[in-house]
């Protein structure tokens, strides 16, 4: 590159040129692209024969300050996300050691985060103490204040947690809520629904297997985008699921919706089953109408065909109850049965000592687990952590340590199977 006088030329007589001169011009737009552009932005090679002209070096300049803009934009959004998710020490301390006693290989990036949780993608690492699925998704419950009252309500009135949950801070009844979802995830897998399951547990991290191929997680029902057959599928298998949860789990979702159904390879996964709760809570009934009216308005919104059926009419042929009234009756007659199978259900616990805290303490003795006391807050220690990729055995010693009419439970077998079809 010639150097040029303070007249802007260089050489004399033909030789000369002046500092305009296009060629020139051109092979210096070049060095000013590689040298003086944010290294951020992508040039490609460069080869030495290329040029540019004044007006596209003008424009890639523009360009590039309007990239550089845009990222630093971003570069402060992801920032102040990762600041908002404001993983505590104690959050951060758990995920750490779990790379660190290779129950990980790697946090990945987050998958979700929803008003209660964050869910991130890991990679499952390989230990003596543990078996990880090589794909896992770390659910990590909220410990916001916004969320205590909802979460106190649906544990307050579960007879598995009541007594645990008096007086407890948002921070534990996080971890029970975190609990509550490890067991309900259990009683799915037990019956052999498509979900999640449940790994490891430590304080309100949960490790759940992944749903998805290749770190892409399924979609939600909600996103997928599916053809007739497919929608018909699912709305079978959304029926079928609808009436296992309630007939062999002895469970109401709770949430059941197309927000809380993945799909993946023509299957409905269910997740998120921490608010689900057992028929005798106060308001089991009329959460299982809304499950039942989320599923009915989702699959008539979608699909031409009127084989739909009305929210009543899911829900009586998903608890084979016969209620024949329509909307607000029908509510009202709901209630009212929900309130029948509770007081029978208190009746008969309180005559046969049938006592769910047992049942509790029994897995309690089973699994040293974090969630009792302040002092097991500081103890990290990796054994601390719930195992459940056992789950089977760990059932079975269950059922061996209760005595059979724990296991069975007598309300909810006279009452159910009366109407069972
Ligand atoms: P929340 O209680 O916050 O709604 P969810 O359990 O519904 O939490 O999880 C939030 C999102 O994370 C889900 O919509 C789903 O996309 C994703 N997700 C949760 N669990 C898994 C899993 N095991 N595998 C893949 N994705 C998951
Ligand atoms: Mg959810």
């Not at 209660?116 to 230990?127: A, C, H, P, R």
């Not at 469970?251 to 390879?265: C, G, K, T, V």
């Not at 006391?373 to 990290?380: A, G, I, T």
């Amino acid at each position: 590159m010639p150097t040029f006088n303070r007249r802007g030329t260089s050489g004399k007589g033909a030789s000369l040129v002046t500092k305009h001169n296009a060629e020139l011009c051109g092979k210096r737009n070049v060095a000013r692209v590689m040298n003086t552009f944010p290294p951020e932005f992508e040039t490609g090679n460069v080869l030495n024969n290329i040029k540019l002209s004044n007006r596209v070096y003008n424009q890639l300049k523009l360009h590039s300050y309007a990239e550089e803009k845009r990222m630093n934009r971003l570069h402060d959004k992801v920032e102040k996300a990762t600041a908002s998710l404001a993983f505590d020490p104690k959050t951060r301390l758990i995920l750490y050691k779990s790379l660190n006693s290779c129950i990980l290989d790697e946090i990945g990036s987050i998958i979700a985060t929803g008003k209660e949780s964050i869910v991130l993608y890991g990679k499952g690492g390989q230990t003596d103490l543990h078996k990880i699925p090589s794909e896992v998704a770390i659910k990590i419950f909220k410990t916001s204040l916004n969320e205590f009252h909802t979460r106190n309500q649906y544990l307050r009135e579960d007879h598995r947690f009541k007594n645990r949950c008096k007086g407890l801070n948002p921070r534990k009844i996080v971890k029970l809520w975190a609990e509550k979802e490890m067991f309900n995830l259990q009683r799915l897998q037990r019956a052999g629904i498509p979900c999640p399951t449940p790994v490891l547990l430590k304080k309100h991290v949960l490790f759940l297997s992944f749903i998805g191929k290749d770190s892409v997680p399924a979609e939600r029902l909600r996103d997928a985008v599916l053809t007739p057959e497919e929608l018909a599928n699912a709305y079978k298998q959304c029926l079928n699921l609808l009436k296992q949860i309630y007939h062999e789990c002895k469970l109401i979702h709770a949430d059941f919706s197309e927000y809380n159904l993945l799909w993946l390879d023509n299957i409905v996964y269910v997740i998120d089953v921490a608010q689900s709760v057992e028929p005798h809570h106060p308001n089991a009934y009329t959460f299982l109408l809304r499950d039942c009216t989320n599923v009915s308005t989702y699959f008539s919104r979608r699909t031409l065909n009127d084989y739909v059926l009305s929210p009543e009419e899911t829900f009586n042929h998903v608890t084979g109850l016969g209620f024949e009234k329509r909307g607000q009756e029908f509510l009202n007659e709901i209630q009212a049965y929900e309130k029948n199978v509770r007081l029978q259900s208190e009746a008969i616990k309180e005559k046969d000592n049938f006592s769910f805290e047992y049942f509790f303490n029994q897995t309690k003795e089973l699994h040293a687990d974090d969630s009792s006391s302040d002092e097991d807050d500081d103890n990290d220690d990796d054994e601390d952590y719930t195992d459940l990729t056992s789950g089977d055995e760990y059932a079975a010693t269950l059922s061996k340590s209760l005595p059979s009419k724990i296991m069975k439970s007598p309300s909810r077998k006279t009452k159910l199977s009366k109407h069972t079809p």
